[in-house]
């Protein structure tokens, strides 16, 4: 499912937008003007399509806004043929791509948003899998810890966690809480450094 922000302030550009996303089920919030668009910006909405200029907040400054408080929302930007250097200003920012209102129809529509589905789902994937994979991590820390492993055991899960070696012998976990040696007597200015920095490389 996805979550379109429509930010224009021509009632009839917005219209035919809305109407287009209407007939695929996607779901739709409309802005007309660059402030109403902050408002309504929250980590749900998934594409924006934004005019480039637009009374009050223009689509540059609210492209750099994005850009820098929602990073992995995609931008789209229209314009119309003589504001080709905003659209160039806009894509340096961080728009993904660009519409030319004049050549707009539900063709181009379907190509530019078909592109960035496609881009959404992939980054949603690797969201996924990496999350995931922390998890898994960090499960298997746990059982590691445990103590509850035969060494067979423990030595496959220590190679699966990225640690390689001679694991013959005795070996012991041990778990810093550094963040407080600062409270500690004794551990000043280049001592503190140095030890803080020989446990995060333990």
Known sequence: MYKILIVEDEYHIRNIIHE?????????????????????????????????MMPGMDGIALVEY???HYPRVKIVVLSCVNEIDYVKKAIKLGAEDYILKLSFTQDTMGEVIGKLREMIEKERKESFYSELQAVNREELFRMLLSGNLPLAGSEKLLEKLGYSGDFQGVWYVGCFLIDHFKTVKGFRGANLQMMCHGLLNI
Do not use: P, T
């Open 66 to 68: 994005i850009r820098n």
């Open 20 to 52: 287009y996303f209407a007939m695929k089920n996607i779901e739709v919030v409309e802005a007309c003007n660059g402030y109403e668009a902050l408002e309504l910006m929250n980590d749900n909405i998934d594409l924006i399509l934004l005019d480039i």
